[in-house]
């Protein structure tokens, strides 16, 4: 089987992970979060009290980020640490854009995202992944739903994890994720003109996941 690259970029909450997940496994591809790596820079930048991207960096020099499979499915780790929950408490999602938009702090985590998919055949989700990290991707997705369904659909999630949240302030803050991600001046979310634009309002999970799949079982 050919290894492929597929880079699926879009909006917060638009199923990225979900369906990147699924894809990966199906089809025998590494699956990287990226997301998930600006999300250590940004816990590290809480914890370490601090706003600059070259003490963010050495100190994720020193404690390099990994993913292993668990139990509970990808988990993620900061050195020894397992950070798979801490990432994504709010304190942490509502400070990410802000640290995502560093520079410095892109072209470190753009370089160890490169270096992985030179490892085989890969799926990556984030927001330049077509555009800047995996340009010669054979497949770009770019995932879209409206900001009503994709709260609702974290309201859900948050719901049967026993997380109390509020449907409106979810969307308020997924709306102002968005903003900040699609009107930073560094590799802004925008779909790569090579991409597909597949809007998942109203489509489940296995309707995203066919839709990836038969267009990647052409490439390979
Ligand atoms: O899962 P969710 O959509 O909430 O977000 P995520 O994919 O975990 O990404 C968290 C944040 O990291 C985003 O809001 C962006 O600010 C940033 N990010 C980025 O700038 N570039 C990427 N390739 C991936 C994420
Ligand atoms: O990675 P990203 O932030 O784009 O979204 P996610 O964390 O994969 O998905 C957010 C939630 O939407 C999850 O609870 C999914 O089960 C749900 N969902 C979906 O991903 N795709 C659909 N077509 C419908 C629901």
């Known amino acids: 089987m050919k290894k492929i690259q597929i880079a699926v970029d879009g909006p917060a909450s ?25 999300r250590v820079a940004t816990l590290v930048a809480m914890q370490e009290q601090t706003q600059d991207p070259q003490v963010i ?13 668990g139990p509970k499915g990808q988990e993620v780790f ?28 892109r072209s470190f985590l753009v370089a160890e995202q490169q270096r992985i998919a030179k490892e085989g055949g890969i799926i990556m989700d984030g927001r330049d992944i077509g555009t800047v990290v995996l340009p010669n991707a054979e497949l770009k997705i770019f995932l879209v739903a409206s900001v009503e369904e994709r709260a609702e659909r974290r309201y859900k999630e948050n719901r049967s994890k026993g997380i109390p949240t509020d449907l409106e302030r979810l969307k308020s803050e997924i709306a102002a994720r968005d903003h900040k991600d699609s009107t930073r001046k560094v590799s802004p979310l925008k779909q790569a003109e090579d991409a597909v634009l597949l809007d998942s309002t109203g489509k489940s999970i296995a309707d995203v996941v066919a839709f990836i799949e038969t267009r990647a079982k052409r490439l390979i």
């Open 57 to 69: 960096i050495n100190f994720i020099e020193e404690n390099p980020i990994s993913f292993a499979n």
């Open 78 to 105: 900061l050195g020894e640490r397992n950070v798979t929950d801490v990432i994504r408490t709010n304190e942490v999602t509502n400070a990410v854009s802000k640290i995502s938009a560093m520079p410095e702090i």
């Open 14 to 38: 638009s199923g990225k992970s979900t369906v990147a997940k699924i894809v990966a496994r199906d089809l025998d591809l590494i699956y990287l979060d990226t997301g998930a790596m600006y």
